[in-house]
């Protein structure tokens, strides 16, 4: 059990333009959901908290108004990048954890390139 | 806010012999500390994790110790093979709020056969 998907996997866009990513818990409900960076050979950098059915928090120095995240359910998370720029090419992970746990399990990733 | 250290960085072992990673945390209220194996360009996979009312846990190959007074926690990989070869990544978390985890910066185990 606690399975979570990303999709897609990896994707490529035009500088400009805006990238969706999902993130599904396949067999547990997640009260809260956290997305990740991740630079080569780096560890990873929280960049937000987002609980089911309201706002996300997000970590100091990130832009809200550039990376949107939505939690509507129990098992869906999407993180839109929006206006995407050459900079913003990363692997995005994400986790989910349950209610009433602290443990965290992660999503396969996706590797996102701005031309 | 919480800080924590890893090392080594670096790790080379040959097959079959142990392995250990070991973490420091800042935090005294850090309750949990879950280690993590990440693969080349996948996520992060929980491993094994530990929380501060025990001292000790192991599952298999795998143990991981935890002394609260010096606020350290190791991993220990036993008889390691090549597919241990990986990414390890100790995280710490104080349970309050969001549990939001604080990870080290990572130990690249290389498992030479």
């Known amino acids: 059990g606690a399975v979570v998907s990303q999709h897609p996997s990896w994707v490529i866009c035009k500088s400009g333009t805006s990238v969706k990513i999902e993130c599904r818990s396949l067999?547990?409900?997640?009260?809260?959901m956290f997305w990740y960076r991740q630079f080569p050979k780096q560890s990873l950098m929280l960049m937000a908290t987002?609980?089911?059915?309201?706002?996300?928090?997000?970590e100091q120095g990130v832009e809200k108004d550039k990376f949107l995240i939505n939690h509507a359910s129990l098992t869906l998370s999407t993180l839109t990048v929006t206006s995407a720029h050459p900079e913003d090419s990363s692997f995005y992970i994400c986790?989910?954890?349950?209610?009433?746990?602290?443990?965290?399990?992660f999503g396969p990733g996706t590797r996102l390139t701005v031309l | 806010g919480e800080n924590v250290e890893q090392h080594p960085s670096t790790l080379s072992v040959q097959e079959g012999d142990s392995a250990v990673i070991k973490c420091t945390y800042s935090?005294?209220?850090?309750?949990?500390f879950p280690w993590y194996k990440q693969e080349l360009g996948k996520g992060p996979q929980l491993i094994i994790d530990?929380?501060?009312?025990?001292g000790e846990k192991k599952d298999q190959r795998i143990a991981v110790t935890l002394n609260k007074t010096a606020k350290h926690f190791s991993l220990h990989i036993t008889e390691t093979q090549p597919e241990d070869s990986a990414v390890y990544f100790c995280?710490?978390?104080?349970?309050?709020?969001?549990?939001?985890?604080?990870f080290g910066k990572g130990t690249k185990l290389s498992v030479i056969p």
């Open positions: 067999d547990f409900q997640a009260t809260t």
């Open positions: 530990i929380r501060s009312n025990v």
């Open positions: 986790s989910a954890s349950r209610d009433t746990t602290d443990t965290q399990y």
């Open positions: 987002s609980n089911e059915g309201s706002k996300a928090t997000y």
């Open positions: 935090d005294s209220a850090s309750n949990y």
């Open positions: 995280a710490a978390s104080n349970g309050a709020g969001s549990y939001q985890l604080t």
